[in-house]
């Protein structure tokens, strides 16, 4: 037991005070961590393709999608067109095309799953269980980029579905991004970035946190880790595996002018964000809504190494009425008050690779 503690709690608090995370500095034409390759095949494997070579089978093709979803949830057209919208433990969502300022997805769900954002027959299925292989370890980030391999070659994803046959081919890469965040539980907070160059403020609470609710996802994720990352929303599980129980952090622009979150503002379940500058975008953008949190490894799940199996864990941690870091307090079901003692939440940033000294 102690063991598990270290490895799940102490070893991301390390790798922030004492050294450089394996995230920094990684060029934007890097290789790629790793490649999914995904048939567009029913009984097709999926593997996931380090850079040497070392193959793993993360799931199989049950069913393939009849249709794409048009339009898709409002924040779907925020993501880059050709790439993941939304990583989650019960779905990735892909961006095909936006058009008239809607987008237009293709889900990839496990086979046992809740996720109304899918649309119905417009989701690849495979046998997985939620959490878990292409929705755990080897989920890809929010901005991944995917292409077709084709008969005759590879093609950019495009608005139409591939053919039977194809394979999608996600190159998952390992982005700059801070190795923690931190947010002020109250109107006006600070939300800061920790870098190794030093920290910033990238943004300021609107309306803070009080309470948690019954996001479905949640089922499938452990408390305090990533349930979902998409262009609009940061999701957090409060629940044990196998109950519901969480809460949002998402900016203001998907607060405004999405109609499916225009309750966010009357209820506690529901951290909201605006810019540092005041005006600008944030939907879409990195580091909170592009590119960086993944669900990360199941409790039984190992990836190539120690330090990719625990690193690629997006811990959440959490100061009750202005006390010490400690876990953040379990709350299944819908409560308005249940996390009325939160007065700072913190982020871990998922790693793979062994911190390195100067």
Known sequence: MKKILFAVFILPVFFAL????????????????????????????????????????????????????????????????????A????????????????????????????????????????????????????APPVGTKISVLTPTGVIPLEAALPEEGDVLVFEVFERDAPYMVDFENRPGGRVVAWRRSGADVIARVIRPLGGVGR?????????????????????????????IGGFQIIPWDHALNSKEMQSAWQMTQWMILGPADGKSMMGGTAPLFEGGFVPGPGRKEAMWDLWSTYGRKSLVLARLNGGAWTRLPIAAGKSDDALKAVTHLRVYFPVTGEPQRD
Not at 29 to 39: G, H, T, V
Not at 103 to 118: F, H, K, W
């Open 215 to 243: 996001f479905e996802g949640t089922l499938y994720q452990w408390p305090g880790r990533i349930r979902a990352n998409h262009s609009g929303v940061i999701d957090i599980s409060t629940s044990d595996y196998g109950t």
């Open 87 to 138: 990583s989650a433990v019960n779905a990735v969502h892909i961006l095909m095309s936006v058009e008239e300022g809607q987008g237009r997805t293709m889900s990839v769900l496990p086979s046992e799953t809740i996720a109304p954002a899918a649309g119905p027959g417009a989701a690849i299925v495979l046998d997985c269980k939620g959490g878990t292989s292409f929705f755990g370890a080897w």
């Open 18 to 85: 004492s050294f450089k995370a394996f995230a920094e500095g990684q060029p934007s034409d890097a290789e790629p961590l790793y490649k999914i390759y995904l048939p567009f095949e029913r009984g097709g494997i999926v593997r996931a393709v380090l850079r040497d070579g070392a193959e793993y089978a993360i799931g199989r093709v049950d069913a393939l999608p009849e249709r794409t979803r048009w339009p898709s949830y409002t924040a779907s057209a925020w993501g880059r067109p050709g790439a993941v919208t």
